[in-house]
């Protein structure tokens, strides 16, 4: 487990010529807590990648299908302790005034030309994995330049969390009406309390195509960065800990000093100071930013 790194676990029984369930029944003779751990990381997959509309006797029959060999009661149990019970009666009819949260939205992320900062943001959720405790974390991005404009940790799955990342980015950012707010399909992003947060803003909700995650490929970047140059490299020893330690790497690195090669090799914060100033015609011509207007079609 120690050499796993962002390889998943399908990956490296491929490459050590092992099968999935064999590798389990190993494991588990091994370490019962590796193997807990193990488990739980597997249940939090299947989780986000359904956005949380799997019960546990559903995600009991995917783990089977991955080769886990697992009761459907320690499925819940796990389930309940990580906040992971899907809910579908969690998304309450918003109040009058506020978008519905049973109307379709289309991806109007893909259909813009950026010229500038506050046009498109995107957003998402991750899991990190404490050595004792799996936790959560939200983001926004401003598309054009990359930059993380919020951001919140939470041990929860619920609203609550990208709600306050949203709200951090729009007390650090002040964007006018219009800008268009990109998420995935997750019934956080579908939540009344956030569709009435994003109206009562003038922003308008965008996401992706059913079985699309590269229209979310921003956020998804982001996160595998961090991940891997981060977190990975470091030992946290609680939740407090690791939210100091993400706020370090966004504000003081990814955010002001870190090249982005999307952005002609240059941090996302000098990026937007060059853009602004309307140097954006000197910049390189490997940016895969593009510069022209267009109209949403």
């Not at 619920?158 to 399909?185: C, E, F, I, W, Y």
């Not at 992706?208 to 921003?218: E, L, Q, T, Y």
Request: proline share 3%.
């Amino acid at each position: 487990m120690s050499l796993q790194g962002g390889l998943s676990i399908e990956r490296m029984c491929l490459c050590a010529g092992v099968s999935r369930s064999g590798f389990y029944r190993h494991l588990r003779g091994l370490d019962p807590w590796d193997e807990e751990m193990l488990l739980r990381s597997e249940i939090q997959k299947i989780a986000l990648q359904h956005q949380g509309r799997y019960g546990y006797r559903r995600v009991t029959a995917e783990l089977r299908r991955r080769g886990m060999l697992v009761n459907h009661k320690r499925v819940a149990r796990i389930m309940r302790e990580d906040n992971l019970v899907g809910d579908g009666a969690k998304l309450a009819t918003p109040s009058n005034g506020a978008p519905k949260a049973t109307e379709i939205y289309i991806n109007l992320a893909n259909r813009m030309r950026l010229t500038g900062i506050n046009q498109v943001w995107v957003a998402d959720i991750t899991f990190i994995r404490l050595k004792r405790e799996f936790v959560y974390l939200a983001a926004v991005l401003d598309r054009f330049s990359r930059r993380v404009v919020g951001w919140d940790l939470d041990r929860t799955l619920t609203t609550r969390l990208p709600l306050a990342a949203l709200q951090m980015a729009l007390l650090n950012r002040k964007p006018a009406s219009g800008l268009v707010h990109h998420s995935d399909r997750g019934i956080q992003y579908a939540d009344s309390g956030y569709l009435r947060m994003l109206h009562e803003h003038g922003m308008f909700a965008s996401v992706s195509r059913p079985g699309k995650p590269g229209d979310n490929a921003s956020c998804e970047s982001f996160f595998r960065t961090l991940k891997r140059e981060e977190i990975d490299a470091k030992e946290y020893r609680n939740l407090e800990d690791l939210r100091l330690g993400i706020a370090a790497f966004i504000e003081f690195y990814y955010n002001e000093n870190r090249l982005h090669s999307a952005l002609g090799y240059r941090p996302p914060a000098e990026f937007e100071r060059v853009t602004r100033s309307g140097e954006a015609a000197t910049m390189s011509s490997g940016t895969k930013v593009d510069l022209t207007a267009r109209s949403i079609s």
